[in-house]
């Protein structure tokens, strides 16, 4: 089989002894869980969300039908929808409000849009802390916001899912939506980061 | 349940640590767990808010790594909905089928058109939503006065349905909640938290300031 270098962890040994169960049930596909790793490791993930946020930024009909209905307008327009995207909301950010997303009781995230969570967003203390300290949060992210600013801190306690629609940065005037979508980070989509240049793309 | 799971508001918990680049998975193990946890779903012998509260109930959740609490809940759920003994009724999605479920999607909206109790700018308080069972009420916000931003629509209520005592679909609001009401003085009057609430969740209070 595989080369092995090291022992077998006990989490490891666990998990395999659980799929050879299952697998000997008939229960589970070995060759379907792969087909979900490969989904969720390398074709869901936050460059769906950017594309969204790139299309929002210069297109205003489109926009329009997000505020209307999130979901509906990214399965209709990008065919991203599904699995813990079901039901969409778009939260806009202006000069005067500052939106951020978290889920205080488990992970819950828009998966269709970002793929899945990262361990911090999962972790206690983004949990605990976004919603009594969230700028306290955002500095840790190196986001600092103006006092005038009003921060809304989106706790996902039901099956909505939130997408932060960033502010477009005034330097990308002129750009197409391909590009504008490479400045879209996932955090800022969460809510505690912006929208950043890409890194240079090295010269052929 | 008011458990460790229940994280909102609570202190000494320090810094939140971001790693740079960041794998979508650690081990190999994750990647397995992740995908037995939905390939087992599939079969749909339990339903979301069953793992949620399988997950939730682990002893030691606090010390366990994310992947290891779903690998717990996975086998708590094998073991209570005893999926083993009706193995041979089940088929497994093959991995033709699998990207057509993750698509389709399992929306809780129900469709059940029922009046709504309250509407957007209605001052409302949470419960103290005080059980041994599931809830998505989260402590922090027990007691605590808002004021309905907007009517979401009907849902499934997990808090019956984590259970098997049905659907009890009803409405969710999202609910505004100033820091000054969450947390007192020492926080900001410019910071607030939406959450989305069932109308169990909620009694109504008398309109005043908003």
């Known amino acids: 089989m595989s080369q092995h270098h090291k022992p077998e962890s006990g989490m490891a040994a666990r998990v395999r002894a659980l799929e050879e169960s299952l697998t000997a049930k008939g229960l589970v596909d070995p060759a379907a869980l792969d087909a979900l790793v490969e989904l969720y490791e ?26 209307e209905d999130a979901g509906a307008a990214c399965a209709a327009e990008f065919n991203f929808g599904g699995r ?12 005067q409000v500052h939106n951020m997303v978290v889920c205080t009781l488990c992970s819950c995230y828009p998966w269709p849009l970002l793929g899945l969570p990262p361990v911090w967003y999962k972790s206690a203390p983004y949990r605990a802390r976004a919603v ?19 921060v809304r801190v989106w706790d996902s306690t039901a099956e909505l899912r939130y997408l932060v629609l960033p502010m477009r940065p005034p330097e990308t005037a002129g750009l197409d ?28 | 349940m008011i458990g460790p799971h229940d994280c909102g508001g609570r202190r000494g918990e320090g810094a939140v640590r971001a790693e740079k680049n960041e794998p ?10 992740f995908a037995l946890t939905l390939a087992m779903g599939f079969h749909g012998r339990w339903n979301l808010d069953m793992s949620r509260h399988a997950r939730e109930r682990m002893p030691g959740y606090r010390a366990a790594s994310y992947y290891a609490i779903w690998l717990h809940g996975l086998e708590t759920l094998l073991a209570e909905c ?24 399992a929306s809780a ?39 309905v931003a907007r009517d979401c629509g009907v849902f499934v209520f997990p808090d019956s349905n984590a259970h098997g005592r049905g659907a009890d679909p009803q409405h969710v609001y999202s609910v505004r909640f100033s820091a000054g009401e969450l947390w007192g003085g020492e926080n900001g009057g410019r910071d607030f938290v939406y959450a989305d609430l069932f109308e ?11």
């Not at chain 2, 998975?25 to 994750?30: A, I, K, T, V």
Request: hydrophobic share 45%.
């Open chain 1, 177 to 204: 939506e391909e590009s504008l979508a490479r400045w879209v980070t996932r955090d800022s989509m969460i809510g505690v980061g912006l929208p950043r240049a890409p890194a240079p793309s090295p010269s052929p």
């Open chain 2, 82 to 105: 005893k999926v083993l003994a009706q193995a041979g009724e089940l088929h497994a999605p093959s991995a033709a089928e699998v990207a057509a479920v993750i698509a389709a999607g």
């Open chain 2, 24 to 33: 979508v998975f650690h081990h190999r193990w994750e990647r397995r767990v």
């Open chain 2, 200 to 210: 169990n969740h909620l009694t109504a209070e008398a309109k005043n300031d908003g």
């Open chain 1, 42 to 67: 390398h074709k869901i993930g936050p460059r769906n969300g950017a594309r969204v946020v790139a299309r929002a930024w210069c297109d205003p009909g489109f926009l329009a039908r997000l505020r």
């Open chain 1, 132 to 150: 009594r300290e969230p700028r306290a949060v955002l500095a840790e992210f190196g986001l600092t916001l103006a006092p005038q600013v009003e």
């Open chain 2, 109 to 147: 909206r129900a469709a059940a058109d029922q009046a709504a109790a309250f509407t957007a700018g209605d001052a409302v308080r949470v419960k103290h939503v005080d059980t041994a069972g599931h809830t998505r009420a989260p402590r922090y916000l027990h007691g605590r006065r808002g004021v």
């Open chain 1, 84 to 95: 813990q995207g079901e039901d969409l909301a778009l939260l806009e950010n202006t000069p």
